[in-house]
């Protein structure tokens, strides 16, 4: 998949209900969920788009990151869907990358194996990220053709992601292509324990 036509978006526009907090600017490694997430898919030389309903608060997370843009959303704020209308109306490239910003564990190892996944089939809508049966479509890749469907989803009031999906060519990563906490979302206080607890054993195993 030629780089020159495809670009990495990162929905940071949700009300982080269940966490309390802005989930992207929560405290991880070096910086931020945010800022980790960009770092590692500016290491494949992607550009970057951040979606977000708050984009002020995130100007200083990323200053100094080259070919990253910030932009709120460009409709009404309506959940993931209007964050995807929002990438495929601020991006001009073939296919957008699509990450929530809740994946503490995602990095660009765990990415080029769905792009080099994707590379083998032609003619698809959607590469999405699946693991231990669950699919996840904010881990996906997302052809360019299928902006009107995410435009008439918006417009019709339908927010369910699987609803629009179900319309889609979906192609989804076989079992054991990603690691499985590649995909964890912290959606919860609990689940950043969680996901503290297993950074906090991985530093401490020997290398």
């Known amino acids: 998949m030629n780089k020159q036509t495809m670009r990495a978006v990162i929905l940071a526009g949700g009300n982080s209900s269940r966490m309390g907090t802005p989930k992207e600017l929560l405290k991880w490694?070096?910086?931020?969920?945010?800022?980790?997430l960009v770092r590692e898919v500016t290491k494949l030389e992607l550009s970057c788009l951040v979606v977000s309903n708050r984009p002020e608060r995130l100007a200083a997370e990323l200053i100094g990151e080259a070919n990253v843009r910030v932009t709120a959303d460009l409709v009404p704020s309506a959940g993931p869907v209007s964050g995807m209308v929002t990438a495929f109306r601020a991006t001009e490239e073939e296919v957008l990358l699509v990450l929530s910003c809740d994946l503490p564990f995602m990095d660009h190892k765990e990415i080029q194996?769905?792009?080099e996944y994707a590379n083998g089939w032609t003619d698809w809508d959607v590469v999405a990220a699946r693991a231990q049966g669950r699919l996840h479509p904010l881990c996906?890749?997302?052809?360019?053709r299928t902006q009107p469907v995410w435009e008439r989803a918006l417009h019709d009031g339908q927010y369910r992601l699987m609803h629009t999906l179900a319309q889609l060519?979906?192609?989804?990563?076989?079992?054991?292509?990603?690691?499985?906490?590649a995909v964890f979302n912290a959606n919860t206080p609990e689940d950043y324990q969680t996901a503290l607890t297993r950074e906090s054993n991985r530093n401490e195993r020997p290398h």
Do not use: I, M, N
């Open 29 to 36: 490694r070096k910086g931020t969920f945010l800022s980790e």
């Open 113 to 115: 194996k769905l792009c």
């Open 140 to 144: 996906a890749l997302y052809h360019r």
């Open 169 to 181: 060519d979906v192609r989804v990563t076989p079992e054991g292509l990603l690691d499985e906490w």
